[in-house]
């Protein structure tokens, strides 16, 4: 799987885009087959942005945003975001409308 990292109006650290691929290969782990993914850093004066967008094979591709004063926090709300959206498809439509009707 490929993963680009890409950032724009940012100075991201090594850290934070080796933090951003390991946290994208744990997510690509749960589904069958991703044919790549891009992680982007923005920073926009005081407000920094992390989108990830994830492209599995067979499915449509999965897009998550986290925006925060840090580069850290955005990055952790992007991958819950795109963690829930995986979670959802790995569940068959009979189990999500078992899910619907407890609530």
């Known amino acids: 799987m490929e993963i680009v990292i890409q950032s724009h109006h940012a100075v991201v650290s090594e850290h934070m885009r080796e933090r951003a691929r390991l946290a994208v290969m744990k997510v690509a ?12 850093f923005e920073q926009d004066g005081p407000q920094r942005r992390v989108e990830i967008v994830l492209r599995p094979v067979r499915s449509r591709s999965l897009v998550a945003e986290g925006r925060a004063r840090f580069f850290g926090p ?11 959206q995986t979670r959802q498809l790995k569940r068959t439509p009979k189990a999500r ?5 407890r609530v």
Do not use: K
């Open 97 to 101: 409308t078992r899910a619907l009707a």
């Open 74 to 84: 955005a990055l952790a709300a992007a991958i819950s975001r795109i963690e829930a």
């Open 29 to 40: 782990r749960r589904l069958a087959r991703v044919g790549g993914a891009v992680v982007r």
